[in-house]
């Protein structure tokens, strides 16, 4: 089994095919490996407009690794799966830049994929993460969205992040 860390929150770039890499290393029980990249929109609007110049993402360290840590030991009893690794990235990024890492190893692929998106679920509406958004019109913390929770509350997390009215 991988012997890396499961959880890194940190400033520098990740590169995908290490960490893939890494989580099946030494493992021959995997047959599957399924991973999630998300990045930094610029949301063009169609008219060559760009939304987003920056994105600035803060945590609290220990407590946010703690919880993620959490949730990996969650998906591990819901799911069959032999490991997992999450990075998410902290401090200014811009536009088009790689912002998290989910990477699940189990020996078949639906176990796999469910996994990933539960931790992705968790990451996008629980993990205790602050992000703030530079658009043309200025600065602006960004709220939880609806579609968020209702995800997460697929997967049995009771959410309430998301203002009534904000995002979908």
Known sequence: MATMPRVSIQTADFDLAAEVAALRAGDGGVGAVTSFVGTVRDRDDGAGVRGISTMELEHYPGMTERAIEAMIDEALRRFDIRAARVIHRVGLLQALDQIVLVAVSSAH??????????????????????????????ARWVDAR????AAAQRWGLSTRNAVAGEGA
């Not at 639906?110 to 200025?138: H, I, N, R, V």
């Not at 609806?146 to 929770?149: G, T």
């Open 146 to 149: 609806v579609s968020d929770d």
């Open 109 to 138: 692929r639906g176990q796999s994929f469910q996994a990933c998106e539960f931790l992705m679920d968790y990451l996008k509406s629980e993990a205790p993460f602050w992000k703030k958004e530079t658009t043309p019109e200025g």
